[in-house]
């Protein structure tokens, strides 16, 4: 036989597959504000010349976002491995007219500054992200009905500090109960604490909020939705109430939805929760949002979890006044909350 002797099937051209991919020079600016089932839900941005997604990665900071044209799109090509989320910055091609049945392909997402992530549990290590690229992550506790869970807000943090965003406490039903217990109890690690009302001023939160990207998390039940309908006031989110036997409260958000705030910046509500596995968490990023505290670690031991095992830094640090016993002890409580299940 010879090459003459090959079959080969009609209509099949012989051209060998490429792996190289079209530049998409032309391709528009945008940020994820919503997910759904596969489909993202985008919010281009307004470049120099006034059309929507002209702004390229060279443009300088403070370039204006677009107004309340929203573009469905879908991960196309070499995208479809890349994990989006909310608050991705992403780039579109095809159709971004946002007109009904229209669909664009996301090519492109930006690299992330920051990342909310968890996982299913402490023993999975597989991460789900939830976030990204968001400045403060808003813990949102009840003081009462449902009792505040420490033990998850300390989870809420050690999350914060791995994904480099910067934690705010918020307090809701303040008016049924006294925040003093609370906020003394987290005063050590200097993270800001607001207290609000029903019907009182949302001012020192909304300072807090003011052109940053936020992120509201917590229990079902705890006042994040009717904090976004506040602060947002056509949001429109859906409001649950608290079981009275279980005093937990009901699922009303059921995925994250990226707001513009009214006085500038952005608030993503995210759907209740209940647990926070922390099995994607390492340690060393944690240390580094504890500048006072990290350098005292230096000298411990290969493999030291600065909470049991001897000669640990942080203990000579104390001993020698180097370190905030206060800080020390609130440091070691996220620490043991990453092994403590809620």
Do not use: W
Not at 81 to 87: I, L, N
Not at 137 to 164: E, H, K, N, Q, S
């Amino acid at each position: 036989m010879d090459e003459d002797d090959v079959r080969t099937r009609p209509g099949r051209g012989s051209r060998p597959r490429t792996r190289i991919r079209p530049e998409h020079a032309d391709a528009a600016r945008a940020v994820v504000v919503a997910v759904d089932r596969g489909r993202y839900t985008c919010r281009p941005e307004i470049g120099p010349g006034g059309r929507p997604g002209t702004a390229r990665r060279d443009t300088p900071a403070g370039r204006r976002e677009g107004p309340a044209g929203l573009v469905a799109a879908v991960r196309g090509g070499s995208m479809r491995r890349t994990s989006v989320v909310v608050g991705d910055r992403v780039e579109l091609v095809g159709d971004l007219s946002g007109s009904a049945g229209s669909l664009a392909r996301i090519v492109r997402r930006d690299e992330r500054t920051s990342l909310l992530r968890r996982t299913a549990d402490d023993s999975d290590p597989v991460e789900r992200p939830i976030v990204a690229n968001a400045d403060l992550l808003v813990i949102v506790c009840a003081l009462t009905d449902p009792p505040p869970r420490t033990g998850l807000i300390d989870r809420c943090l050690v999350a914060a500090y791995d994904g480099g965003l910067t934690p705010v406490l918020c307090l809701t039903k303040a008016d049924l109960a006294d925040p003093a217990p609370v906020r003394a109890s987290y005063e050590p690690l200097g993270l800001p604490v607001v207290a609000t009302r029903p019907d009182g001023d949302l001012d020192p939160l909304q300072t807090l909020l003011r052109d940053t990207t936020s992120v509201f998390f917590g229990h079902s039940g705890v006042g994040k939705s009717t904090l976004v309908n506040r602060l947002v006031p056509d949001a429109d989110r859906a409001i649950g109430v608290v079981n009275a036997v279980t005093g937990r409260g009901r699922h009303t958000s059921s995925a994250a939805v990226a707001l513009a705030l009214p006085d500038g910046g952005t608030v993503v509500d995210t759907p209740g929760i209940r647990s926070f596995g922390l099995g994607a968490v390492q340690l060393e990023r944690v240390l580094t949002a504890f500048d006072d505290l990290a350098a005292a670690t230096a000298d411990c031991e290969p493999g030291c979890d600065h909470l049991t095992a001897p000669d640990c830094g942080l203990d000579e640090a104390v001993r020698q006044g180097r370190a905030d016993p206060a800080r020390v002890a609130s440091l070691r409580r996220l620490l043991a909350a990453r092994a403590t299940p809620v």
